[in-house]
């Protein structure tokens, strides 16, 4: 059992608040990724779950346990770093036996553990080589396999797999994962990298400026982000933004948006949202995603002209940027829809799958919990 439970975490270096009033609630054996752009506040929110930093304000509490005043030895937490300090004069074994070599571990426990773990991770056949003799993708197996051998009940991974290639990165995102689901451990991820949050993630922790934005799986934040920052920092290509205003026509709502001067049907919920939240001729953003754009080429009710602008052929679908006034808005197709550029386009939305802003403070009308969700 490890939940880790954050409570109202600050920590400051000298006047920077470099992770400003955290709440955090992580499940036992959850896979939980805290994503952010870089300076965020990520991995400063790990040293203190880890104990190599401590906050000036709020809790840690392990399993029930707070933990905010024990030093990092005794939490019995396995940290990863990107920069995977191996002992260079070691063989693969000595770096993974390490931890049990300074326990004490007597020499047959030492050997079957390290067994175990170089089956885990595949790496039987490097045992004897030094950490020079390995690619980078295997010197980083070496140093899971050194945190594994601690069987802790806690596991840190501060970008673990930043600094390989693409294609090893790929390959070691599934292994993590897999690597997750066979050691049972808690694992806390810190990434930069949407993708590698997304594909990885039971749930997501967003931060930004020091504060949690969102915690959620990756359709929640995908699909109903709290506000722009989270809007934008997901999904590629990204959300399209649409400057526009809620307008009351004939005693009815509906959304004018602002650069065609355009006015189109909302469905009942989001003008019952309006209406609750007082939002209406307050300036909105209408935030969409490129597959949630329906491009025509005759006008529909609720479509909006466009020109069309580039074609992206990606393959399996084609992103389609059509200008809307002095916007463009990235349309995701089927490959075989492929107009010509500079034809004209008609484009609506899917009414189910829209966010709405506001412009002012940034967030979502459709918000519901707080930033950290719990
Ligand atoms: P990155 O992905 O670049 O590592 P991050 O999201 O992990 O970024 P942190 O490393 O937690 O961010 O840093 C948060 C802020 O705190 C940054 O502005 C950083 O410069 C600052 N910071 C971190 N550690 C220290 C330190 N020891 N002394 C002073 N400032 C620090």
Excluded: W
Aim: aromatic share 6%; with cysteine.
């Amino acid at each position: 059992m490890a939940e880790i439970l954050l409570k109202g975490i600050v920590k400051r270096f000298n006047e920077l608040v470099a992770v400003d009033h955290v709440d955090l609630d992580i499940s036992d054996k959850e896979f939980l990724v805290l994503l952010g752009p870089s300076g965020c506040g990520k991995t400063t929110t790990l040293r203190c779950i880890s104990g190599l930093d401590v906050p000036e304000e709020g809790e840690i509490y392990i399993d029930g346990e707070d933990v905010t005043a024990k030093r990092a030895s005794e939490r019995d937490i396995a940290f990863v770093f990107q920069l995977y300090a191996l002992y260079p004069h070691f063989t693969a074994y000595k770096n993974i036996a390490f931890p049990l070599v300074t326990q004490k571990q007597n020499k047959k426990k030492i050997k079957e553990e390290v067994k175990k773990a170089a089956e885990l991770l595949k790496i039987e056949h490097i045992l004897n080589k030094k950490p020079k003799e390995l690619s980078g993708g295997d010197q980083q197996r070496v140093a899971l396999g050194r945190a594994i051998v601690r069987r802790p009940k806690v596991f840190l991974l501060d970008e673990p797999i930043g600094t390989l290639d693409a294609s090893f990165r790929e390959e070691m995102r599934t292994e993590l994962k897999r690597l997750h689901v066979d050691v049972g451990a808690t694992t806390v991820y810190v990434t930069h990298d949407q993708v590698e949050a997304m594909s990885m993630g039971d749930r997501i922790a967003i931060m930004n400026l020091g504060a949690l934005q969102q915690v959620g799986t990756p359709f929640e934040i995908y699909s109903k982000p709290n506000n722009l920052f989270v809007a934008n920092f997901i999904g590629s290509p990204g959300m399209n933004f649409i400057n526009c205003r809620a307008v009351r026509k004939n005693g009815k709502i509906l959304l004018r948006l602002n650069e065609v001067n355009a006015d189109i049907h909302i469905p009942e919920k989001i003008r019952k949202i309006i209406i609750d939240k007082r939002e209406e001729d307050k300036d909105l953003v209408l935030g969409v995603r490129p597959e949630n754009v329906i491009i025509g080429f005759k006008p529909e009710e609720d479509s909006v002209k466009t020109d069309i602008f580039t074609i992206e052929k990606m393959g399996s679908y084609n992103i389609i940027d059509v200008k809307l006034g002095s916007e463009i808005i990235r349309v995701r197709t089927l490959p075989t829809v492929v107009p010509g550029v500079k034809d004209k386009a008609y484009i609506s939305f899917d009414m189910d799958m829209i966010s709405l802003f506001n412009r002012e403070n940034k967030q979502s009308l459709m918000r519901k919990t707080n930033a950290g969700g719990i």
